[in-house]
């Protein structure tokens, strides 16, 4: 069980850190803290002398109990994100759920978009937010800010991903700007970036029948 800690030794410990009390937690270790910068973890002794980086497991069980915060850090994350801001695709009847970091010319996003309705055969409900990866003020932002600016957004989303201009002007208040920061906040590292219901980054591109078994190792 984790070391029980007081509100005064986690102000202290945060104090130290240089984060807030609420970013900082007990662990297992007794004298050890876990630290949260941003989307990074860290762990840091009482005393705030001595840090370190890295997973930390629980070897009876073999569980990575950093992991399991980094799931719970994404799935809040994304969770604070209404999917009326999202551009979704889902069969009647979805046995799983994914959200899918996506840019409009990434070509391994236009390789899983191309599968999109075999992914939705299978019951995978994807749903679409935007990270360009080359960041504000380049072409695939402006793409993306077409593509939510569109009538048919779904529509828009496919004919944008087989090369095709768009010729929607760009809107007021597009979630671009919020998606492609939640995803720096998650550390994505790359496109597309598919995370599972609970948290899990499960990779990137994954053919239809591959990703269906990597989302069965996340179900409870």
């Given at each position: 069980?984790?070391?029980?800690?007081?509100?005064?030794?986690?102000?202290?410990?945060?104090?130290?850190?240089?984060?807030?009390?609420?970013?900082v937690r007990?662990?297992?270790?007794?004298?050890?803290?876990?630290?949260?910068?941003?989307?990074?973890?860290?762990?840091?002794?009482?005393?705030?002398?001595?840090?370190?980086?890295?997973?930390?497991?629980?070897?009876?069980?073999?569980?990575?109990?950093?992991?399991?915060?980094?799931?719970?850090?994404?799935?809040?994350?994304?969770?604070?994100?209404?999917?009326?801001?999202?551009?979704?695709?889902?069969?009647?009847?979805?046995?799983?759920?994914?959200?899918?970091?996506?840019?409009?010319?990434?070509?391994?996003?236009?390789?899983?978009?191309?599968?999109?309705?075999?992914?939705?055969?299978?019951?995978?409900?994807?749903?679409?937010?935007?990270?360009?990866?080359?960041?504000?003020?380049?072409?695939?932002?402006?793409?993306?800010?077409?593509?939510?600016?569109?009538?048919?957004?779904?529509?828009?989303?496919?004919?944008?991903?087989?090369?095709?201009?768009?010729?929607?002007?760009?809107?007021?208040?597009?979630?671009?700007?919020?998606?492609?920061?939640?995803?720096?906040?998650?550390?994505?590292?790359?496109?597309?970036?598919?995370?599972?219901?609970?948290?899990?980054?499960?990779?990137?591109?994954?053919?239809?029948?591959?990703?269906?078994?990597q989302l069965?190792?996340?179900?409870?």
């Amino acid at each position: 069980q984790p070391e029980p800690a007081t509100s005064e030794t986690l102000h202290a410990v945060a104090a130290r850190a240089g984060v807030k009390p609420e970013n900082v937690r007990s662990t297992p270790i007794a004298g050890v803290f876990e630290v949260l910068r941003g989307s990074d973890i860290l762990y840091m002794t009482r005393d705030g002398q001595y840090a370190f980086t890295g997973d930390l497991y629980q070897v009876p069980t073999r569980a990575n109990l950093t992991e399991v915060h980094r799931r719970e850090i994404r799935r809040t994350l994304i969770d604070a994100v209404p999917e009326s801001r999202m551009v979704v695709f889902s069969p009647p009847d979805p046995k799983y759920t994914v959200t899918v970091f996506t840019d409009v010319d990434c070509s391994y996003c236009r390789a899983l978009h191309r599968q999109i309705a075999e992914y939705n055969r299978l019951g995978v409900r994807v749903r679409y937010v935007f990270y360009p990866r080359t960041g504000p003020n380049t072409e695939s932002w402006h793409k993306a800010e077409q593509v939510w600016c569109s009538a048919d957004r779904k529509a828009a989303l496919t004919k944008a991903k087989l090369g095709e201009t768009l010729t929607a002007p760009v809107c007021a208040n597009t979630p671009v700007a919020q998606e492609y920061e939640l995803g720096q906040a998650i550390g994505l590292e790359g496109t597309p970036g598919i995370v599972a219901a609970n948290g899990a980054l499960v990779g990137g591109y994954l053919p239809p029948d591959a990703l269906v078994e990597q989302l069965k190792k996340q179900q409870p």
